[in-house]
């Protein structure tokens, strides 16, 4: 059973950088691509983006490109950060698998609020 | 872009009645490329159908999906109280963005 967990500080100024790292636990991290998902409090769900096993990356237009991914295939890991934050960024991430085929996102992580602070 | 509309916003049913939520693009979508979600509060989203109509592994066969092009429906068949969760549809095309979700239905039991 594939599990993701996401990790990085809860709480950002500003500003500055929200850094936040997706683990996946069980098996490979190829021909899959991994997204990161946000949900502001009580509202819908925002897809931000992903990143193919191969490190191409693709990313909503909405965020206005500030959105950066990487990919670390040796750790079993993935990254999203998103720099000069506002309080509108403020939101549950998500990270997620999504299936190649049918771009469905199958198993995801429990979520972290990211919080920013003035 | 290809916008998802969700309704009813909230739908208020008692066990074991039939619940039929719907998922209108405004724009066709392929249905291999639509698929819905379950999310119970403070948990994260659970995928329940992709393809349109096929369920994930898991997914009890009270929950059904069905449609194409525009219209698409999740159907929960008999409900049950485990079911209070809001639903979301979403899609992906290879216009932009990529991946959008409907807006949610809240089912309340």
């Excluded at chain 1, 959105?67 to 890991?77: A, E, F, R, Y």
């Excluded at chain 1, 698998?97 to 003035?118: A, M, P, Y």
């Excluded at chain 2, 066990?15 to 719907?22: D, F, V, Y």
Aim: proline residues 5%; hydrophobic residues 30%.
């Amino acid at each position: 059973q594939v599990q993701l967990q996401e990790s990085g500080p809860g709480l950002v100024k500003a500003s500055e950088t929200l850094s936040l790292t997706c683990t996946v636990s069980s098996g490979s991290m190829s021909t899959y691509y991994w997204s990161w998902i946000r949900q502001h409090p009580g509202k819908g769900l925002e897809w931000i983006g992903y990143i193919y096993y191969n490190g191409n990356t693709f990313f909503n237009p909405s965020l206005n490109s500030r959105v950066t991914m990487s990919l670390d295939t040796s750790k079993n890991q993935f990254s999203l950060k998103l720099p000069s934050v506002t309080a509108a960024d403020t939101a549950v991430y998500y990270c997620a698998r999504e299936h190649t085929w049918n771009r469905s996102f199958d198993f995801w992580g429990q979520g972290t609020l990211g919080t920013v602070s003035s | 872009e290809i916008v998802l509309t969700q309704s009813p916003g909230t739908l208020s049913l008692s066990p074991g009645e039939r619940a039929s939520l719907s998922c209108r693009a405004s724009q066709s979508v392929t249905s291999t490329y639509l698929a819905w979600y379950q999310q119970k509060p403070g948990q994260a989203p659970r995928l329940l159908i992709y393809g349109a109509s096929s369920r994930a592994t898991g997914i009890p066969d009270r929950f059904s999906g069905s449609g194409s092009g525009t219209d698409f429906t999740l159907t929960i068949s008999s409900l049950q109280p485990e079911d209070v969760a809001t639903y979301y549809c979403q899609k992906y095309n290879k216009g932009v963005p990529l991946t959008t979700f409907g807006q949610g239905t809240r089912l309340e039991i």
